[in-house]
């Protein structure tokens, strides 16, 4: 671990930007997590802190694939080689902009309420963010600031892979990453705390720095509003008990239930980082072990698809005795085996899903039942796992409800290449919050 906390990155970020000319600076965090690193910026710096929102216009075949990138203030920047390259249409392009142009109104309201933001041209945008995988998100910020009249663009992060750095360049007059790893798997993994950062969190921290009261406010607000309930429980399955981890923070409707692949567990380390993007985005999780200690030395439970969709409802019957789950909508994500078990059980009406998730998922293991299957579902899959982007692409053509594919390029079967798995995530984060978040649900 190289930090702390977000507060201790952006203090020892700060501390490595004090060189930067103060005139005209304006540091701009990224929603969410980006926020308390830039918040600690600011207040070192003496400059200005605002947000910058920015959403990202994709192919509409292949929506990880950026044609695009919109801003506040009306901005629209077209990578006009991969429109051409992707044969989009203007009429494309524009359906895009409007669905994107929606939640980008919804995320700026919701972080900036009434404020105006502070205006770009002429001075100098600091883009800060609490890690840089990809860089897709940040070199999206960059032209936008640019569009905004940002005479000059400079990156900051506490940790980037070098290659991401080095790309950065291109659209940033400088890039400063405290740290460079070349062993890069997730952000999360350079924190020793990488909780979620909420939405009032980020209302706060804005708040108090247009105030002035930035002294007192950074390591009540930064720490203030943690999850409704992170804990481990006893989830109740049908005749069986297993272990879990339940976290849902407060305020939330909608909890991710997940469904792990042969031979993992409820610790496994890429669940939960995918859980913890959820949780950043306003999600609850659940995450279990599919078997007892006891069943799992039958290595062909493991394997058993409908033993485990079974599992998976009656876990799922026992989050609605739980006071979160009991108005709760209900997404399910699986990774491998666990995403044929996620379709299997999604096709099962005690199961009440709304949306599926499979993540390098193996869905023709839940043959029988894809055309059953009605909630909205995203299958994720790598660019260099062959084989199972071909079952995907079989399955894909079974499912009768409406249903994605979506290809991570140069990611094997478990998304151990740098910034795949964080790809990967935002993907899972952008449906369920698509299909979980903005939509009506029960009144008490």
Same mark, same amino acid.
């Given at each position: 671990m190289f930090?702390a906390?977000r507060a201790d990155?952006?203090?020892?970020?700060?501390d490595?930007?004090?060189e930067l000319p103060r005139?005209?600076?304006v540091?701009?965090?990224?929603p969410r997590?980006?926020?308390?690193?830039?918040?600690e910026v600011?207040?070192?710096?003496?400059?200005p802190?605002?947000?910058?929102?920015?959403?990202?216009?994709? &192919?509409?075949?292949?929506?990880?694939?950026?044609?695009?990138?919109i801003?506040?203030g009306?901005?629209?920047?077209?990578?006009e080689?991969?429109v051409?390259l992707?044969?989009?249409?203007?009429?494309?392009?524009d359906e895009a902009?409007?669905?994107?142009e929606?939640?980008l109104?919804?995320?700026a309201?919701?972080?900036r309420?009434?404020?105006?933001?502070?205006p770009?041209?002429?001075r100098?945008a600091l883009?800060?963010?609490?890690?840089?995988?990809?860089?897709s998100?940040v070199r999206?910020?960059?032209r936008?600031?640019?569009?905004?009249?940002a005479a000059?663009?400079?990156?900051a992060?506490?940790?980037a892979p070098p290659?991401?750095?080095?790309?950065l360049?291109d659209?940033?007059?400088?890039v400063i990453?405290?740290?460079?790893p070349?062993?890069?798997?997730?952000?999360g993994?350079?924190?020793?705390?990488?909780?979620?950062t909420s939405?009032?969190?980020v209302?706060?921290l804005?708040?108090?720095?247009?105030?002035?009261?930035?002294a007192s406010a950074?390591?009540e607000?930064?720490?203030?509003?943690?999850p409704?309930?992170?804990e481990?429980?006893?989830?109740?399955?049908?005749?069986?008990? &297993?272990?879990?981890?339940?976290?849902?923070?407060?305020?939330?409707?909608?909890i991710?239930v997940?469904?792990h692949?042969s031979?993992?567990?409820r610790?496994?380390?890429?669940?939960?980082?995918?859980a913890s993007?959820?949780?950043?985005?306003?999600?609850?999780?659940l995450?279990?072990d599919?078997?007892?200690?006891?069943?799992?030395?039958?290595?062909?439970n493991?394997?058993?698809?409908?033993l485990?969709a079974?599992?998976?409802v009656?876990?799922?019957?026992w989050l609605?005795?739980q006071?979160?789950?009991?108005?709760a909508?209900i997404?399910?994500?699986?990774a491998?085996?666990g995403?044929?078990?996620?379709?299997?059980?999604a096709?099962e009406?005690?199961?009440?899903?709304?949306? &599926?998730?499979?993540?390098?998922?193996?869905p023709?293991?839940?043959?029988?039942?894809l055309?059953?299957v009605r909630?909205?579902?995203l299958?994720i899959?790598g660019?260099?796992?062959?084989?199972?982007?071909?079952?995907?692409?079989?399955?894909l053509?079974?499912?009768?409800?409406?249903?994605?594919l979506?290809? &991570?390029?140069?990611?094997?079967h478990?998304?151990?290449?740098?910034g795949?798995?964080?790809?990967?995530?935002?993907l899972a984060r952008?449906?369920?919050?698509d299909?979980?978040i903005s939509?009506?649900?029960?009144e008490?």
């Open positions: 930090f906390d990155a952006g203090r020892r970020l700060a490595r930007l004090r005139d005209g600076l540091v701009l965090g990224l997590g980006g926020v308390p690193v830039a918040f600011a207040r070192q710096l003496g400059a802190l605002d947000i910058i929102v920015v959403r990202k216009l994709g &192919v509409p075949f292949q929506p990880e694939l950026a044609m695009g990138a801003g506040e009306g901005v629209r920047i077209l990578n080689q991969v051409k992707a044969h989009v249409s203007a009429a494309d392009i902009q409007t669905r994107e929606q939640e109104a919804r995320r309201g919701r972080f309420g009434s404020r105006q933001r502070v770009l041209a002429g100098t883009i800060v963010d609490d890690g840089i995988a990809t860089g998100t999206a910020a960059c936008v600031a640019r569009a905004q009249g000059r663009v400079v990156v992060t506490p940790v290659s991401t750095v080095a790309s360049r659209d940033a007059d400088d990453s405290l740290y460079t070349e062993q890069f798997f997730a952000i993994q350079f924190y020793e705390d990488f909780a979620q939405d009032a969190e209302m706060r804005l708040a108090a720095s247009r105030e002035g009261d930035v950074g390591a607000a930064i720490t203030a509003d943690p409704g309930r992170d481990e429980v006893e989830v109740q399955a049908g005749t069986a008990t &297993v272990g879990g981890r339940l976290t849902v923070p407060d305020g939330t409707h909608a991710v997940f469904a692949g031979g993992s567990s610790h496994s380390p890429r669940n939960r980082f995918v993007v959820l949780n950043r985005a306003g999600l609850g999780t995450l279990f599919l078997l007892t200690p006891a069943e799992e030395h039958d290595r062909a493991v394997f058993d698809i409908p485990l079974r599992r998976l009656e876990v799922t019957v609605r005795t006071p979160e789950g009991r108005r909508v997404g399910y994500f699986g491998s085996t995403a044929g078990a996620a379709l299997w059980a096709a009406s005690d199961a009440e899903v709304r949306a &599926v998730v499979s993540r390098g998922g193996r023709d293991l839940a043959a029988p039942r055309g059953d909630a909205p579902t299958l899959v660019g260099d796992d062959t084989l199972v982007l071909a079952l995907n692409r079989e399955a053509a079974e499912i009768r409800c409406e249903a994605r979506s290809v &991570v390029p140069g990611a094997s478990l998304f151990e290449e740098p795949t798995l964080e790809m990967a995530a935002e952008d449906w369920f919050v299909h979980l939509v009506d649900y029960p008490p």
